[in-house]
């Protein structure tokens, strides 16, 4: 079992950047980042899956894609998510994600274990 902190959430400007963070209690998982939108389904956004000691894949929706980085740091357990050019529709709640198998999906099934969220406001 995994215990999932994110921090780096706020209100930022359209346009601007803002970097979420993810401390993991242990390694060796796959990690993602969904979002919950008021009203809406939450939503996967990213996941990282390491495929070697040096190299990983990364997986994006098409409403991200280019815009948001999701990265990962195992020596420290942390996992990060850079969202550049915010925009109003990128406003939610933004949740860490831990699957101990390799697979990384989009599937919010596939992962049992999960943080307390963090809010992103994006408004001018």
């Known amino acids: 079992q995994v215990q999932l902190v994110e921090s780096g959430g706020g209100l930022v400007q359209p346009g601007g950047s803002l970097r979420l963070s993810c401390a993991a209690s242990?390694?060796?998982?796959?990690m993602a980042w969904f979002r919950q939108a008021p009203a809406k389904e939450r939503e996967f956004v990213a996941a990282i899956r390491w495929t070697g000691r040096s190299t990983y894949r990364t997986y994006y929706p098409d409403s991200v894609k280019g815009r948001f980085t999701i990265s990962s740091d195992n020596a420290k357990n942390m996992a990060y998510l850079q969202m550049n050019s915010l925009k109003s529709e990128d406003t939610a709640v933004y949740y860490c994600?831990?699957?101990?198998?390799?697979?990384?999906?989009?599937?919010?099934?596939?992962?049992?274990?999960w943080g307390q969220g963090t809010q992103v406001t994006v408004s001018s």
């Open positions: 994600a831990a699957n101990p198998n390799l697979a990384a999906t989009s599937l919010r099934s596939d992962y049992p274990y």
């Open positions: 242990a390694s060796g998982y796959t």
